[in-house]
Protein backbone atom coordinates (compact mmCIF):
# COMPACT_ATOMS: atom_id res chain seq x y z
CA UNK A 1 0.00 0.00 0.00
CA UNK A 2 3.07 2.40 0.89
CA UNK A 3 4.59 1.97 -2.81
CA UNK A 4 1.50 2.30 -4.27
CA UNK A 5 0.73 5.26 -2.25
CA UNK A 6 4.31 6.84 -3.14
CA UNK A 7 3.70 6.16 -7.02
CA UNK A 8 0.16 7.34 -7.40
CA UNK A 9 1.19 10.54 -5.55
CA UNK A 10 4.41 10.84 -8.34
CA UNK A 11 2.16 10.11 -11.32
CA UNK A 12 -0.39 13.17 -9.83
CA UNK A 13 2.19 15.58 -8.98
CA UNK A 14 1.87 15.35 -5.37
CA UNK A 15 5.14 15.38 -3.26
CA UNK A 16 5.56 12.63 -1.18
CA UNK A 17 7.53 12.34 1.85
CA UNK A 18 8.48 9.30 3.96
CA UNK A 19 9.02 10.07 7.52
CA UNK A 20 10.53 6.62 9.26
CA UNK A 21 10.85 6.74 13.12
CA UNK A 22 12.80 4.35 15.46
CA UNK A 23 10.56 1.39 16.67
CA UNK A 24 11.63 2.25 20.14
CA UNK A 25 9.57 5.83 19.60
CA UNK A 26 7.35 6.54 22.16
CA UNK A 27 3.31 7.74 21.46
CA UNK A 28 4.10 10.83 22.85
CA UNK A 29 6.80 11.29 20.45
CA UNK A 30 5.40 10.34 17.76
CA UNK A 31 2.04 12.76 18.66
CA UNK A 32 4.41 15.95 19.64
CA UNK A 33 6.11 14.58 15.49
CA UNK A 34 2.45 15.06 14.21
CA UNK A 35 1.39 18.32 16.03
CA UNK A 36 4.44 19.83 14.31
CA UNK A 37 3.28 18.43 10.90
CA UNK A 38 -0.66 19.77 11.73
CA UNK A 39 1.13 23.63 11.74
CA UNK A 40 3.38 22.88 9.03
CA UNK A 41 1.60 24.90 5.82
CA UNK A 42 4.01 23.34 3.27
CA UNK A 43 1.71 19.56 4.42
CA UNK A 44 -1.96 19.23 3.06
CA UNK A 45 -2.39 15.36 3.88
CA UNK A 46 -0.96 13.44 7.22
CA UNK A 47 -0.88 9.27 7.15
CA UNK A 48 0.23 7.21 9.94
CA UNK A 49 1.11 4.23 8.34
CA UNK A 50 0.49 0.59 9.92
CA UNK A 51 1.15 -1.32 11.81
CA UNK A 52 2.24 0.80 14.71
CA UNK A 53 4.93 -0.97 17.57
CA UNK A 54 2.80 -1.73 20.49
CA UNK A 55 3.48 1.25 23.16
CA UNK A 56 1.37 3.24 20.26
CA UNK A 57 -2.47 2.99 20.57
CA UNK A 58 -3.28 4.16 17.15
CA UNK A 59 -6.65 5.57 17.91
CA UNK A 60 -4.79 8.36 20.29
CA UNK A 61 -2.71 9.24 17.83
CA UNK A 62 -5.10 9.23 14.95
CA UNK A 63 -6.82 11.90 17.39
CA UNK A 64 -3.96 14.23 16.93
CA UNK A 65 -4.14 14.46 13.27
CA UNK A 66 -5.95 17.85 12.03
CA UNK A 67 -8.94 16.62 10.57
CA UNK A 68 -8.23 18.98 7.68
CA UNK A 69 -4.92 16.93 7.18
CA UNK A 70 -6.56 13.44 7.71
CA UNK A 71 -6.73 12.01 4.36
CA UNK A 72 -7.14 8.41 5.15
CA UNK A 73 -10.05 10.38 7.33
CA UNK A 74 -9.57 8.86 10.46
CA UNK A 75 -9.71 11.07 12.71
CA UNK A 76 -12.26 10.98 15.28
CA UNK A 77 -14.10 14.30 13.95
CA UNK A 78 -13.91 13.11 10.23
CA UNK A 79 -15.33 9.70 11.71
CA UNK A 80 -17.91 11.60 13.24
CA UNK A 81 -19.14 13.84 10.52
CA UNK A 82 -20.14 10.32 8.38
CA UNK A 83 -23.31 10.10 10.88
CA UNK A 84 -24.63 13.33 9.36
CA UNK A 85 -23.37 12.48 6.35
CA UNK A 86 -21.37 15.26 5.66
CA UNK A 87 -17.58 13.92 5.60
CA UNK A 88 -14.61 16.59 4.97
CA UNK A 89 -12.67 13.60 4.38
CA UNK A 90 -13.77 9.85 4.40
CA UNK A 91 -11.79 6.57 5.18
CA UNK A 92 -10.66 6.05 1.17
CA UNK A 93 -11.67 2.04 1.19
CA UNK A 94 -14.67 3.33 2.40
CA UNK A 95 -14.89 5.79 -0.72
CA UNK A 96 -13.54 3.43 -3.11
CA UNK A 97 -16.35 0.93 -2.49
CA UNK A 98 -18.78 3.52 -3.01
CA UNK A 99 -16.75 4.45 -6.14
CA UNK A 100 -17.12 1.51 -7.53
CA UNK A 101 -20.45 0.77 -7.20
CA UNK A 102 -21.23 4.41 -8.91
CA UNK A 103 -18.71 2.79 -11.67
CA UNK A 104 -21.67 0.47 -12.35
CA UNK A 105 -24.13 3.30 -13.04
CA UNK A 106 -26.77 1.58 -10.70
CA UNK A 107 -28.56 3.70 -8.38
CA UNK A 108 -28.49 2.05 -4.37
CA UNK A 109 -31.50 3.71 -3.86
CA UNK A 110 -33.67 0.87 -1.87
CA UNK A 111 -31.59 -1.62 -2.93
CA UNK A 112 -30.15 -3.98 -0.61
CA UNK A 113 -26.83 -4.35 0.41
CA UNK A 114 -24.88 -6.20 2.53
CA UNK A 115 -21.77 -5.30 4.08
CA UNK A 116 -20.02 -8.48 5.70
CA UNK A 117 -17.35 -6.75 8.10
CA UNK A 118 -17.91 -4.20 10.63
CA UNK A 119 -14.55 -2.98 11.51
CA UNK A 120 -14.02 1.37 12.30
CA UNK A 121 -12.01 1.62 9.22
CA UNK A 122 -14.06 -0.40 6.40
CA UNK A 123 -17.38 -1.79 7.18
CA UNK A 124 -18.69 0.90 9.79
CA UNK A 125 -17.93 3.83 8.03
CA UNK A 126 -19.08 2.50 4.29
CA UNK A 127 -22.68 1.01 6.14
CA UNK A 128 -22.80 5.14 6.99
CA UNK A 129 -22.07 6.18 3.45
CA UNK A 130 -24.24 3.80 2.09
CA UNK A 131 -27.23 5.24 4.21
CA UNK A 132 -25.68 9.34 3.58
CA UNK A 133 -28.12 10.33 1.39
CA UNK A 134 -31.82 11.37 2.86
CA UNK A 135 -33.25 10.23 -0.39
CA UNK A 136 -31.26 7.62 -1.79
CA UNK A 137 -30.14 5.34 0.47
CA UNK A 138 -29.49 1.80 0.16
CA UNK A 139 -30.87 -0.52 3.13
CA UNK A 140 -28.07 -2.06 3.99
CA UNK A 141 -27.70 -5.18 6.86
CA UNK A 142 -23.93 -4.77 8.53
CA UNK A 143 -22.38 -8.12 9.27
CA UNK A 144 -20.08 -9.55 11.65
CA UNK A 145 -18.40 -12.82 13.68
CA UNK A 146 -21.59 -12.76 15.85
CA UNK A 147 -24.05 -12.85 12.98
CA UNK A 148 -26.23 -15.98 13.05
CA UNK A 149 -26.95 -17.69 9.48
CA UNK A 150 -24.62 -15.36 7.29
CA UNK A 151 -25.71 -16.94 4.33
CA UNK A 152 -29.24 -15.74 4.85
CA UNK A 153 -28.04 -12.16 4.73
CA UNK A 154 -25.50 -12.17 1.81
CA UNK A 155 -28.15 -14.57 -0.02
CA UNK A 156 -30.34 -11.88 -0.39
CA UNK A 157 -28.19 -8.63 -1.31
CA UNK A 158 -28.39 -7.20 -4.59
CA UNK A 159 -24.95 -5.65 -3.82
CA UNK A 160 -23.07 -7.32 -1.35
CA UNK A 161 -19.65 -5.94 0.25
CA UNK A 162 -17.10 -8.25 1.63
CA UNK A 163 -14.50 -6.73 4.14
CA UNK A 164 -13.43 -9.58 6.58
CA UNK A 165 -9.79 -11.06 5.89
CA UNK A 166 -10.73 -14.93 5.64
CA UNK A 167 -10.37 -16.49 2.27
CA UNK A 168 -13.03 -18.32 0.90
CA UNK A 169 -15.52 -16.85 3.49
CA UNK A 170 -17.99 -16.35 0.61
CA UNK A 171 -18.94 -19.27 -1.64
CA UNK A 172 -20.83 -19.16 -4.79
CA UNK A 173 -24.00 -20.63 -3.40
CA UNK A 174 -24.22 -17.61 -0.59
CA UNK A 175 -24.61 -14.82 -3.43
CA UNK A 176 -28.01 -13.88 -5.25
CA UNK A 177 -28.25 -14.54 -8.94
CA UNK A 178 -26.65 -11.13 -10.69
CA UNK A 179 -25.21 -9.59 -7.81
CA UNK A 180 -22.83 -7.29 -7.91
CA UNK A 181 -20.42 -8.01 -5.32
CA UNK A 182 -17.03 -6.01 -4.04
CA UNK A 183 -14.89 -8.16 -2.31
CA UNK A 184 -12.40 -5.77 -0.06
CA UNK A 185 -10.58 -8.90 1.60
CA UNK A 186 -6.87 -9.12 1.21
CA UNK A 187 -5.10 -12.65 2.08
CA UNK A 188 -2.38 -14.98 1.49
CA UNK A 189 -2.70 -18.34 0.57
CA UNK A 190 0.09 -20.68 -0.19
CA UNK A 191 1.92 -17.59 -1.70
CA UNK A 192 -0.54 -16.03 -3.56
CA UNK A 193 -3.24 -12.80 -3.15
CA UNK A 194 -7.07 -14.17 -2.66
CA UNK A 195 -9.99 -11.86 -1.72
CA UNK A 196 -12.65 -12.94 0.75
CA UNK A 197 -14.64 -14.33 -1.69
CA UNK A 198 -14.06 -17.24 -3.94
CA UNK A 199 -13.79 -15.65 -7.47
CA UNK A 200 -14.12 -18.80 -9.94
CA UNK A 201 -17.39 -19.58 -8.27
CA UNK A 202 -19.00 -16.24 -7.50
CA UNK A 203 -17.99 -14.87 -11.25
CA UNK A 204 -21.02 -17.44 -12.01
CA UNK A 205 -23.87 -15.89 -10.18
CA UNK A 206 -22.73 -12.08 -9.61
CA UNK A 207 -23.20 -10.04 -12.66
CA UNK A 208 -20.70 -7.66 -12.00
CA UNK A 209 -17.62 -8.47 -9.39
CA UNK A 210 -14.30 -6.78 -8.22
CA UNK A 211 -11.03 -9.27 -8.53
CA UNK A 212 -8.51 -9.39 -5.71
CA UNK A 213 -5.67 -8.03 -6.71
CA UNK A 214 -6.49 -5.47 -8.93
CA UNK A 215 -10.02 -4.67 -7.80
CA UNK A 216 -10.91 -2.09 -4.92
CA UNK A 217 -7.29 -1.34 -3.66
CA UNK A 218 -5.98 0.50 -7.09
CA UNK A 219 -9.45 2.54 -6.37
CA UNK A 220 -8.65 2.84 -2.52
CA UNK A 221 -5.48 4.57 -3.44
CA UNK A 222 -6.99 6.67 -5.70
CA UNK A 223 -9.49 8.12 -3.28
CA UNK A 224 -6.38 8.65 -1.05
CA UNK A 225 -5.60 10.72 -3.73
CA UNK A 226 -8.63 12.55 -4.04
CA UNK A 227 -8.85 13.42 -0.17
CA UNK A 228 -5.23 14.68 -0.42
CA UNK A 229 -6.07 17.24 -2.83
CA UNK A 230 -9.62 17.86 -1.31
CA UNK A 231 -7.22 18.55 1.85
CA UNK A 232 -5.29 20.68 -0.23
CA UNK A 233 -8.26 22.88 -1.21
CA UNK A 234 -9.72 22.87 2.10
CA UNK A 235 -6.35 24.25 3.55
CA UNK A 236 -6.65 26.79 0.83
CA UNK A 237 -10.43 27.77 2.03
CA UNK A 238 -11.48 26.79 -1.43
CA UNK A 239 -13.50 24.20 -0.69
CA UNK A 240 -17.32 24.52 0.83
CA UNK A 241 -19.38 22.60 2.41
CA UNK A 242 -22.02 21.27 -0.77
CA UNK A 243 -18.81 20.69 -3.18
CA UNK A 244 -17.53 18.48 0.05
CA UNK A 245 -20.77 16.69 0.24
CA UNK A 246 -20.75 15.86 -3.59
CA UNK A 247 -17.48 14.16 -3.43
CA UNK A 248 -18.95 11.43 -1.06
CA UNK A 249 -22.21 10.67 -2.18
CA UNK A 250 -23.74 8.78 -4.93
P1 LIG B 1 -10.57 -6.13 10.63
O1 LIG B 1 -10.38 -4.90 11.40
O2 LIG B 1 -9.88 -7.40 11.05
O3 LIG B 1 -12.14 -6.42 10.58
C1 LIG B 1 -12.66 -7.63 10.07
C2 LIG B 1 -14.14 -7.63 10.31
O4 LIG B 1 -14.67 -8.88 9.88
C3 LIG B 1 -14.52 -7.48 11.76
O5 LIG B 1 -15.60 -6.56 11.84
C4 LIG B 1 -14.96 -8.88 12.17
O6 LIG B 1 -15.98 -8.90 13.14
C5 LIG B 1 -15.51 -9.41 10.88
N1 LIG B 1 -15.51 -10.87 10.81
C6 LIG B 1 -14.52 -11.70 11.21
N2 LIG B 1 -14.88 -12.98 10.95
C7 LIG B 1 -16.10 -12.93 10.40
C8 LIG B 1 -17.00 -13.91 9.93
N3 LIG B 1 -16.69 -15.21 9.97
N4 LIG B 1 -18.19 -13.52 9.43
C9 LIG B 1 -18.51 -12.21 9.37
N5 LIG B 1 -17.70 -11.22 9.79
C10 LIG B 1 -16.51 -11.59 10.31
O7 LIG B 1 -10.19 -5.93 9.10
P2 LIG B 1 -10.36 -4.62 8.14
O8 LIG B 1 -9.28 -3.66 8.43
O9 LIG B 1 -11.77 -4.17 8.14
O10 LIG B 1 -10.04 -5.30 6.75
C11 LIG B 1 -10.83 -6.37 6.25
C12 LIG B 1 -10.13 -6.99 5.04
O11 LIG B 1 -10.04 -5.98 4.02
C13 LIG B 1 -8.70 -7.44 5.30
O12 LIG B 1 -8.43 -8.57 4.51
C14 LIG B 1 -7.84 -6.27 4.83
O13 LIG B 1 -6.55 -6.67 4.42
C15 LIG B 1 -8.66 -5.80 3.65
N6 LIG B 1 -8.49 -4.39 3.33
C16 LIG B 1 -8.30 -4.07 2.03
C17 LIG B 1 -8.16 -2.76 1.64
C18 LIG B 1 -8.00 -2.42 0.20
O14 LIG B 1 -7.86 -1.25 -0.16
N7 LIG B 1 -8.03 -3.38 -0.70
C19 LIG B 1 -8.18 -1.74 2.60
C20 LIG B 1 -8.41 -2.08 3.95
C21 LIG B 1 -8.57 -3.43 4.28
P3 LIG B 1 -15.65 -8.74 14.73
O15 LIG B 1 -15.04 -7.37 14.88
O16 LIG B 1 -17.00 -8.85 15.34
O17 LIG B 1 -14.69 -9.83 15.04
Not at 137 to 165: M, Y
Request: proline share 5%; hydrophobic share 40%.
Amino acid sequence: YLKSQQKGCEEVGIEFQLEQMAKETTEQELIRFIEEKNKDERISGIILQMPLPPQINAERVQAVIDPAKDVEGVNPENMGMLVYGKPKLAPCTALSVMELIKSTGTSIKGLQVTVVGHSSIVGKPLALLLLSSPFESATTTVCHIATRDLASHTRKADILIVAVGKAGLIKGEMIKEDAIVIDVGVNQVEGKIVGDVVFEEAKEKASLITPVPGGVGPVTTAMLLRNTIQAWKIGLGILVGSEQSKLTSL
